[in-house]
């Protein structure tokens, strides 16, 4: 072999090496983002099957309801739910609590959740509270009454 051909064989060689090194760069650039991302699994209480999309470790949990309820309008899941995130709570399906708006997804570890809908209680007004005080004394009331009321025939 003459000098030009050692010398060509030796760029090729520095060019597959720097290739290499580029190559390994890349993947474990993209295994430290595939390790910050994973796959939720988000059930819907009433609905047929899961939603799955795939989310940031960080990101926060009313973004995920936020992605869970367009993903499931945008299939045209029934029933109808709503696009505002405030109706809905989001819990770990291993766990009863509710999940913080605000907390990062994931920080609770697991993969699987279920999305319901908030459960909205009447508040108990001042007024409200008497009204029904009465209506159960007035109905006691009214029913002794009635009790006592029956007429004795006389002979």
């Not at 029933?79 to 999940?99: E, R």
């Not at 697991?110 to 109905?139: D, H, W, Y």
Request: hydrophobic share 35%.
């Amino acid at each position: 072999m003459d000098k030009g051909q050692e010398k060509m064989k030796r760029n090729v060689s520095e060019k597959s090496l720097l290739m290499q090194k580029h190559r390994k760069k890349i993947s474990s650039d993209d295994q430290r983002t595939h390790k910050n991302r994973f796959l939720a699994i988000i059930n819907v209480l009433g609905s047929a099957g899961p939603i799955r999309f795939v989310v940031k470790k960080d990101d926060l949990v009313s973004g995920v309801i936020q992605t869970a309820l367009k993903t499931y309008d945008r299939e045209g899941r029934l029933p109808v739910l709503g696009t505002d995130v405030n109706n809905f709570v989001l819990h770990a399906a291993a766990d009863s609590d509710a999940l913080i708006p605000s907390e990062a997804i994931g920080s609770q570890g697991g993969r699987n959740f279920v999305l319901c809908k908030k459960q909205i209680q009447p508040q108990m007004t001042e007024a409200r509270s008497e009204m029904i005080s009465r209506k159960r004394s007035g109905s006691w009331k009214a029913w002794l009454n009635k009790s006592f009321s029956f007429k004795i025939p006389s002979p």
